[in-house]
Structure formats: C-alpha cells, structure tokens
C-alpha cells in the first residue's frame, strides 16, 4: 500500500535509500551532523555575555519553576521555555558546585540576587543549543530530499550561518527554539512522506513542540499540514490521511498537556493574555503594500534576515521553476508554498508591527528553501548563477556576523550613563526611560511601588508575588523615578482596548502621568531619555509624543551617549536639565 513511500528519489533520479546505505557509513554521517552543530554553536557563542539583561529575557519565570510555581506570572506566551530554562538552572546549579561558585542552595540563591549574569547566560547558552541545531536539521532535509552528502553539506552551512538565528541567540526567548520547531517539522514531514505512518507520531510531537514554543507557530503549522493532506490523500487516500491525523492526535495531545500544564491549571489567565495580545499585535487599519515592503526590507537585511541574495533569490525561484519545469527537487515548490503561505499570514495579521522575533522562524524556513534551491543549481546548466549566488550569500552572511559579533563585544553604554548621572546629578530628582543601575532612595522606592499598588487597586487585579533578598537594600541613593511606561504594543492602548482583561504590569498607558509641568512642580529637573527623536517624532503614542515634544522643547540637552549595541536595544541616551517652576 505505501510502495510509494518506501524510496525517494533525487532529482537526478538516484535511489536516496541506496545512496544512503552506500555513500555515508554511520560514522561519518554522526561527524558530519555534530561538526555541522559545533560549529553553528561556536559562532553563537561568540558575544553570548553582551553586557546585561534584557526585559524579555525571562530568567525569573524559569526561577519560579525551581520553586514549584509552573504557573508562570504572564501567560503572553507557551511555559514550555520556561520549563526548559528550569532544566538549565539545574545543569547550572551542578556545574556551580562542582567549580566551587557556590556551596548549597542558599549560596544558589544569594548569587541571583547578587549578581545573576550568570544565570541568564544558562539560558542564552540553552537558546543557542537550539539554533546550532538548525545546521544538522538543514543537512538532514537536504539528504531525505535526495541530495548528496557533499551538496547536503552546504545546505547545512546555510543552516549554520543564518544571520537572524545567530543574532537572536543572544537573546534568551523562545523565539530561536520556535525556529529550529518548523525546521524539524518540514524534516519529520519529508520523513513520514518517504517512510508511511510509522512516522505519524514523530511527526505529531515536532508540531506540539512547535506550537508549545509560541503561538505564531500555527500560521507555519496550516500550510504545512495542507502539504501533509495533499500528498497523503493522493497517494493513499481519505481513509488512510484520517488515520494519520488521529494518530498525530494521539501523541499530541498528552504532549501538548505535560509542555503546556501551566495553561492547564490557569485557563482562564491564559485566554486573557491572548486577548491581550491580540490588542498588542493585530493590526486592522496598516496598509498591506507598506507592510511587505517593511517585511521584505527585514528579510534582506544582512543582520534581522537573510541577506538581499536569499531574499532575492526566494521571490524569482518560482519564476526559474515554471519556466524550466522538472528542475525543482522534489517536494522543494511545495516547501516553497508553505513557506510563502505562513508569511502571507503573519503579514496579514500583524501589518507593521513586526519585531524580529516575530519573523526568525519564517526566516528559517524562507532560508531552508532557498539554500535547497540554489545548491540543486549547482547540478544544473546554471551551475554558475549557483555557484556566484551561494559565494554571495554566505560573504554578506558573514559581514552580518560581524556586525553582531561587534556590537555584542562593544562595552555597554550604560556604565558611562550612570556614572555621569551619579556624579553631576546626586541630589536631584531624576526621571529615567532607563534602568541605570543605581541605588535608589527609599522613598523614591516608596512611591513607585505606591503606583503599581494603586494601577493593580484601580483594575482590580492581584500582583504576583516578588522574592526579596536576604539583605536590605541600601537607604542612600539617589531619588530616581522610572518613566510610567507601558509594555511594548500597547503604547496606544486605552482602557476601552483593554476593559475587562487587563493584567499586572499589562495595563494601559495612563495619561495623567504624562504631563510634564506635574513632574516638573514635584521637583523633578533631570531627565534620562532613551531614543528621543523617536520618541517626538514617531512613536505611535500621541501621550508619548506631546509629552516628549514639551521636554524637547522646554528643557536644555545636557549630554547625549550615542548607543553603541542597537541590536541589544541601546538606543541614544539624552540627558535633559529642566529648569526649576
């Protein structure tokens, strides 16, 4: 019944079981797949400790799960992450005793609070053992699409040096394991294409994974299962693709229940984060046209993408195919499909809201495709257009790299912030945009947990709990107020946007806090701005931009540090003096 399935053959017309058998030894496929990940691991290691933490990086969720709390305090995401960063303390909690870092769990614990660089390295370390998967998982495509060990080789390296998964593996998220989910899902699918049911299973986990990493995983998961319902009705009927289905279900769903039993045991939290998101990321009232231009302008970036010759590359392959039929690999349009159906649908959907973690998962795929593509030109009459177009594509690959690598080895601008503010400015009142890092005084303390005290009174909503370490903080510091700002997509949020869901820290913006002559009668003259242009001039925010364009225009610029790290979100910090009402 499935003779169909039990070869697959390249597009030369060898038989991929036999050139398998033949042509690789186990030994050599093994160093093949672990030279291929060490080395896409060793290039991500590089910058891994880029000077500090970033808010999205969440290595207290991962904290609470050592503590019993799976239940993670923001539901905007899968807990899977989570769950898995748990899994890395632990590692790190070994090593750390063995290497004499600290003795027990308190020590444990009293270096989190202390200085918890550590810590977030664990998990950086963890991300980037997910994307240095990508190279094998590229290789592993290649050679279940018939493609040689050498050719399949190259495929790898592009796997290997795909600049958005080098970059955001410096970035603890989930966005990177989410990426190297879909590479898996188009291997294991080829996988249960080649070899009949008994792959339904595997293939059932890779997609709970997927969709356990983030949600967005869905707009790759309908096009691909379209791929899997097309090939499976054709070849082996309605009844047979019912059967596979339900057995993907069987796996999948008790999966999805042990990735996932944070949702399980707070439902109710988690349909309201994704209410919450949905205000955050659906965007109904941005132009199309302008939103590819903005997604194809990431794409061939040579950091955030995958360089103007892959990008360039992925739009024209259509064209090469339909007018040279039968010199596509097998499989490799419909890949194609699927991958341009997914980002259709995130465009669609997100408009010009597209953060790169959105996309490194699309980009993936999109870069899956076109390195098969080009290097199946390499067996081709146009050999040479493969050959310039690969040389290409890897050269600006690494001139991305080292962008990343530059900046993330660049010290952070922020001690030299800090201590300019420290020492030119000890006995004012300072607003901040930015976390400088500074003792702050009691009373400055005071009023801003009285704020978050008042906002959670005012929604009606209960704050998380928040361990303390076992020593105090300091008394003496400087009087510094955070800016009152808002979670990244709700800039522009009211209250209506948000009646009956609003969450801890997911509130609205509040407009009586953005009224300059308040802060300036409280006492307030110093003022720490982070991207200031952008803030007068762009932010989607009208309370933000009046607010700023006032400071601009009232007060005097002290002092601007250019940011050195704008891929780690340093942006030009200015320091405003404002004289006294």
């Not at 899902?185 to 792959?199: E, F, N, S, Y």
């Not at 890897?394 to 900046?407: C, D, E, K």
Request: aromatic share 12%; with cysteine; hydrophobic share 55%.
């Amino acid at each position: 019944m499935f003779a169909s399935h039990a070869r697959v053959y390249d597009y030369g017309g060898k038989d991929l079981d036999h050139m398998t058998s033949q042509d690789l030894s186990r030994r050599r496929r093994f160093a093949i797949l672990a030279g291929l990940f060490l080395f896409a691991l060793a290039i991500r290691l590089v910058g891994l400790d880029f000077g500090y933490l970033l808010g999205d990086e969440r290595v207290n969720f991962a904290a609470k799960v050592l503590a019993g709390q799976v239940v993670p305090d923001q539901h905007f995401y899968p807990p899977l992450f989570n769950y898995l960063g748990a899994v890395a303390l632990v590692v790190l909690y070994g090593v750390g005793e063995v290497v004499g870092w600290w003795s027990g769990l308190a020590g444990f614990r009293d270096q989190y609070f202390d200085d918890p660089t550590v810590f977030y390295l664990a998990l950086r370390v963890m991300t980037s053992l997910f994307a240095a998967a990508i190279a094998p998982l590229f290789y592993l495509v290649a050679r279940c699409m018939g493609f040689e060990p050498r050719r399949a080789f190259i495929v790898g390296l592009f796997g290997a040096v795909t600049p958005i998964t080098v970059y955001l593996s410096h970035i603890a998220k989930s966005d990177v394991p989410l990426a190297m989910s879909m590479v898996l899902c188009v291997w294991l699918l080829l996988r249960r294409l080649q070899d009949g049911p008994r792959r339904d299973f595997w293939l059932g986990a890779g997609l709970i994974l997927g969709v356990s990493f983030k949600q967005s995983f869905v707009f790759f998961a309908f096009p691909l299962l379209m791929m899997h319902l097309f090939h499976v009705v054709r070849d082996e009927g309605w009844v047979s693709w019912g059967r596979s289905v339900l057995r993907m279900l069987l796996v999948g769903m008790p999966l999805w229940a042990v990735c996932n039993i944070g949702i399980i045991l707070d439902l109710a939290n988690f349909v309201t984060y994704q209410k919450i998101q949905t205000v955050m990321s659906v965007r109904v009232g941005e132009g199309m046209g302008e939103s590819l231009v903005l997604w194809f302008t990431m794409l061939s970036d040579n950091v955030i993408g995958i360089t103007w010759v892959m990008a360039a590359a992925f739009l024209g392959f259509p064209v090469l195919w339909a007018l040279r039929p039968g010199s596509a690999p097998r499989y490799l349009p419909q890949l194609w499909l699927v991958a341009f159906v997914a980002v259709a649908l995130v465009v669609w959907i997100a408009r010009l809201r597209q953060p790169e973690g959105l996309w490194i998962g699309f980009f993936t795929v999109v870069q899956l495709v076109v390195a098969l593509g080009l290097v199946a030109l390499l067996r081709d009459r146009l050999r040479i257009v493969g050959v310039i177009a690969c040389v290409a594509a890897f050269s600006l690959s690494g001139l991305g790299m080292a962008t990343i690598w530059r900046q993330s080895l660049a010290p952070a601008m922020m001690p030299d912030v800090a201590g300019y503010v420290a020492n030119t400015y000890a006995g004012a009142r300072i607003f901040s945009g930015v976390d400088l890092g500074l003792p702050v005084a009691a009373e400055a303390r005071v009023e801003e947990q009285d704020r978050i005290s008042r906002l959670a009174a005012k929604y009606d909503v209960t704050l998380p709990e928040q361990a303390a370490p076992d020593h105090a903080a300091p008394e003496d510091g400087l009087f510094i107020r955070q800016a009152p700002s808002v979670m990244f997509g709700l800039e522009a949020a009211s209250d209506a946007d948000l009646r009956g869901i609003v969450q801890p820290h997911a509130w609205p913006l509040q407009p009586e806090e953005w009224v300059l002559r308040d802060w300036r009668k409280s006492g307030f003259e110093v003022f720490v701005v982070s991207n200031l242009a952008y803030l007068v001039n762009e932010t989607p925010s009208p309370v933000f931009r009046a607010f700023y364009g006032e400071l601009a225009a009232s007060c005097a610029i002290a002092r601007v540090f250019p940011a050195a790290k704008p891929l780690y979100l340093e942006r030009d910090i200015t320091v405003l003096t404002c004289p006294p009402i």
